[in-house]
């Protein structure tokens, strides 16, 4: 290996670092955040150990010089960096997640301490999936301002130690203090949320402060949508810890760290007012089912969050579509438009589109049958959200080109409605 920085390694919860002498050095690597070492998996890398891992990470950051990680320190610093100013370089597995095992890279120079992660794929799948991803997240941070998805700075594949394959990886942005949130249960049974802070021993996220995750969850996604294109963040999935948090007294902030496609989910050979409306309901609906999903402490059951999830998507739907661009075929924003669309939808036009939604599930999913035994009453609250939500404040937002009970005037009837 090339002359350069100390690099030490340590996994998540040892506050040691490890080496070629440790006994897990040459243990058995697990293939996701619930499979055991001692298990075997059809995908898993063969004879792969931890040794193997830590030396691959180690080849991508000493490569050429060390040019990705200088890069992004620069980047962050906004000051040039070289690989003489870096004294140190800890590396910590952080989880086995379900496509990546993401390492915090510590980077220690003189006066500061910088961490990036470095996502990297062990498992077929996820290598697969990870370049695809590393160019979408470029992708939309290039067509949007946005500030909630991660930097990314570069993308390599490192031999293992054995030199007989190799592991891809990309380097990104940390997000400092932000953690996982789960949906867990008490001695009693009582759901709570909890924030994976370590630091804090996984602290309970304040019951009037749980709304907010949801909300902050459904704008960011909102924000990231194209009403022209229909082009969408999805899949994406709480239980894989694709959102993280951070609380700062009352206030909380939210990233989305994960991209794994940018596609639309609904077909429409044309691109006219009607159909872009239409998908977004679509979205909408989708995204009220999708942000009550999660599993027990992130591994467990699949489970269904509480009520207040149903409001809180709706809030933050709105707030993000306020932001998003209007295409050209509406003289007025999106979000006026929208509205009374929405308002004039039946419980049993939303149902009918939330059934196809569910049945987009394979019928062996986990998820299929919690969505299957919620359903009419999701859709009956999100209905009751709907007409007292929006209702209650419509008369202040009616543009020119509607009638005095919200609906669209005849000329945009046929274009927008069934």
Same mark, same amino acid.
Request: glycine share 6%; proline share 6%.
């Given at each position: 290996?090339?002359?350069?920085?100390?690099?030490?390694?340590?996994?998540?919860?040892?506050?040691? #670092?490890?080496?070629?002498?440790?006994?897990?050095?040459?243990?058995?690597?697990?293939?996701?955040?619930?499979?055991?070492?001692?298990?075997?998996?059809?995908?898993?890398?063969?004879?792969?150990?931890?040794?193997?891992?830590?030396?691959?990470?180690?080849?991508? &950051?000493?490569?050429?010089?060390?040019?990705?990680?200088?890069?992004?320190?620069?980047?962050?610093?906004?000051?040039?960096?070289?690989?003489?100013?870096?004294?140190?370089?800890?590396?910590?597995?952080?989880?086995?997640?379900?496509?990546?095992?993401?390492?915090?890279?510590?980077?220690?120079?003189?006066?500061?301490?910088?961490?990036?992660? &470095?996502?990297?794929?062990?498992?077929?799948?996820?290598?697969?999936? &990870?370049?695809?991803?590393?160019?979408?997240?470029?992708?939309?941070?290039?067509?949007?301002?946005?500030?909630?998805?991660?930097?990314?700075?570069?993308?390599?594949?490192?031999?293992?130690?054995?030199?007989?394959?190799? &592991?891809?990886?990309?380097?990104?942005?940390?997000?400092?203090?932000?953690?996982?949130?789960?949906?867990? #249960? /008490?001695?009693?049974?009582?759901?709570?949320?909890?924030?994976?802070?370590?630091?804090?021993?996984?602290?309970?996220?304040?019951?009037?402060?749980?709304?907010?995750?949801?909300?902050?969850?459904?704008?960011?996604?909102?924000?990231?949508?194209?009403?022209?294109?229909?082009?969408?963040?999805?899949?994406?999935?709480? =239980?894989?810890?694709?959102?993280?948090?951070?609380?700062?007294?009352?206030?909380?902030?939210?990233?989305?760290? #994960?991209?794994?496609?940018?596609?639309?989910?609904?077909?429409?050979?044309?691109?006219?007012?009607?159909?872009?409306?239409?998908?977004?309901?679509?979205?909408?609906?989708?995204?009220? %089912?999708?942000?009550?999903?999660?599993?027990?402490?992130?591994?467990?059951?699949?489970?269904?969050?509480?009520?207040?999830?149903?409001?809180?998507?709706?809030?933050?739907?709105?707030?993000?579509?306020?932001?998003?661009?209007?295409?050209?075929?509406?003289?007025?924003?999106?979000?006026?438009?929208?509205?009374?669309?929405?308002? =004039?939808?039946?419980?049993? /036009?939303?149902?009918?589109?939330?059934?196809? %939604?569910?049945?987009?599930?394979?019928?062996?999913?986990?998820?299929?049958?919690?969505?299957?035994?919620?359903?009419?009453?999701?859709?009956?609250?999100?209905?009751?959200?709907?007409?007292?939500?929006?209702?209650?404040?419509?008369?202040?937002?009616?543009? =020119?080109?509607?009638?005095?009970?919200?609906?669209?005037?005849?000329?945009?009837?046929?274009?927008?409605?069934?």
């Amino acid at each position: 290996m090339q002359t350069g920085p100390g690099i030490q390694y340590f996994l998540s919860d040892h506050n040691a #670092s490890i080496h070629t002498g440790s006994p897990i050095w040459n243990s058995p690597f697990p293939i996701c955040r619930n499979h055991t070492p001692a298990q075997t998996h059809p995908d898993r890398q063969p004879d792969l150990c931890y040794g193997d891992y830590f030396a691959a990470v180690h080849t991508f &950051l000493e490569k050429d010089r060390f040019r990705i990680l200088t890069l992004a320190a620069s980047e962050h610093l906004n000051e040039r960096i070289v690989p003489a100013d870096i004294k140190s370089i800890h590396i910590h597995l952080e989880k086995h997640g379900a496509f990546y095992h993401p390492a915090r890279i510590e980077v220690i120079l003189d006066a500061v301490r910088l961490n990036f992660v &470095l996502n990297v794929a062990v498992s077929e799948v996820g290598q697969r999936s &990870l370049s695809r991803e590393f160019n979408l997240i470029r992708h939309l941070n290039r067509k949007y301002k946005w500030p909630y998805l991660p930097k990314v700075y570069g993308l390599e594949e490192a031999q293992r130690g054995n030199g007989t394959s190799t &592991l891809s990886m990309f380097l990104g942005e940390w997000f400092d203090g932000f953690y996982e949130f789960h949906i867990t #249960s /008490d001695h009693v049974g009582r759901n709570r949320i909890v924030l994976w802070d370590p630091r804090k021993r996984n602290s309970e996220i304040p019951e009037d402060m749980i709304p907010s995750l949801y909300e902050r969850a459904a704008e960011i996604l909102t924000c990231y949508y194209d009403p022209l294109t229909f082009d969408q963040i999805h899949p994406w999935s709480h =239980a894989a810890g694709d959102f993280i948090a951070r609380l700062n007294n009352t206030d909380m902030e939210m990233r989305l760290i #994960s991209v794994r496609n940018y596609a639309p989910i609904v077909n429409s050979e044309e691109q006219d007012a009607r159909s872009i409306i239409e998908a977004l309901l679509v979205f909408l609906l989708n995204l009220s %089912i999708q942000n009550r999903l999660d599993r027990s402490d992130g591994v467990g059951d699949v489970v269904w969050a509480e009520d207040h999830a149903i409001y809180a998507t709706l809030k933050g739907f709105f707030s993000g579509l306020r932001q998003i661009e209007t295409p050209d075929l509406f003289s007025e924003p999106l979000i006026r438009f929208f509205k009374p669309y929405l308002m =004039a939808r039946t419980e049993s /036009d939303l149902m009918e589109i939330c059934q196809a %939604i569910s049945n987009r599930y394979p019928p062996e999913a986990p998820e299929a049958a919690v969505i299957n035994n919620n359903l009419n009453q999701h859709v009956a609250r999100f209905y009751r959200s709907v007409q007292q939500g929006i209702g209650s404040s419509f008369d202040t937002c009616r543009p =020119a080109g509607f009638n005095r009970n919200g609906n669209l005037m005849k000329s945009l009837i046929p274009y927008l409605f069934y």
